[in-house]
């Protein structure tokens, strides 16, 4: 595979496209090969296409770059297909939230569960799916990599419906970087941190996207936990998400990665209960993403143009994008460890087999191979359970279009606190979103 083709798909992509494209032009092993960009905008996809062939013609690298509003214009001989897209994303995600709202559920992100990831799920795994088939009968031997949330169910549906080669993505749990912010947290570290420390410190987490949890922080044999619990201390006077991240470590004896998505799995801070906690999530900021959408147009149809220079551009990206990490692993075998989204398949030994995790693979040539974990403790077990049962309904929903099922899909959800807010929610979300779901769900 020495001149590998990479399809991207949803190339408009606000969170990835910068770093997506700049990195295609500084690794090695893309040298030769074709970046494919597909998006269903066509003034959109122009401007992404013309961003990159700026920066190919900046850096003088060996790419070439192609772009179709039809993918299956572009995906024969695919080595690599990124999923990215969304439809209306942040519309739709600012709707969830409120509406969700209204019944007292309060969604933080309302990207993966609770009403908002599982109307998500109905509106997004049709595409993935039609995709995957794609795939399937064009570039077989293609590797999906999906970034499009919500990416367990996204990656639960690849698993459950076809036979494609997939890995799911999130891009939180990079390293060394996730590593330093821990550090830097405990004190451990200044803004630069000495490789010999990276190198000392183990970690060890798992779980659904999303919902993960650390159980092992420690150096030479030495639990990092106490001084990652006293910053949790020291720093919850001036931010109460501290406190409720300091209270699950102490109650779960894990601490749980990404709190302003964990806070939507859990009860504990709806603000509802005799004794409400001092944490109450927050909406969605819908009006912030907006005004980053309209900074990231403004940034890209300046570089398109060249009234902003593509040095600026490139300049400001100073990591690799995770996905091209990935792809570079697999085209070089380089058995590099990386946190990704992959059936368990007994690595986590209290958790369904089938269950898509997120869990530390080696990634090489041939894929991917799962480095062994263990149990979770069965407090995080007890909580994770219902997470996985709520992603294999809403994807089993969103392929049936079974009314029932997309009901238990919200009745295992931990934040809906009756089957009457349960019913009313599936009903004004399905009237709100008539015009982007399959017509199956139109009656």
Known sequence: MSRPKIVVIGAGSMLFAKQLLVGMTRVPSFQGGELCLVDLDAAKLAVIEQVARRLVAASGANL???????RRDVLPGADFVILAFADRG?????LECRVSA????LMHSGDTVGPG???RTLRTIPTALRIAGDVAELCPQAWILNYTNPTAAVGTALRRYTDCRFIALCDFHVMPQYKERLLRLCG????????????????KLAGVNHFTWMTDFSRGGESLFPALH???VREEAAEPGYRAVRQLMEAFGAYPTLFWHTVEYLPYFQGRGKSPGSYVADLWDEQERWRRYDRFWADMRGYASGSLPIAELSDSIHDTEYVLRVINAILTDAGEMFYINVPNRGTVTNLPDEAVLELACRVGQGGYQRLPFGPLPEAVVGVTRPVIAEHELAVEAAVTGSRTTLLQSF???PLIASIEDAQNLIAELLDAERDALPKMWQH
């Open 102 to 105: 209204k019944y007292g559920v």
């Open 230 to 232: 006293q910053a949790l």
């Open 117 to 119: 990831g599982i109307f």
């Open 411 to 413: 009745l295992v959800d």
């Open 90 to 94: 942040i519309h739709f995600r600012g």
């Open 188 to 203: 451990l570290a200044g803004e630069r941190v000495p490789q010999e420390l990276l190198d000392a410190v183990h970690l």
């Open 64 to 70: 070439a770059v192609t772009a179709s509003t039809d």
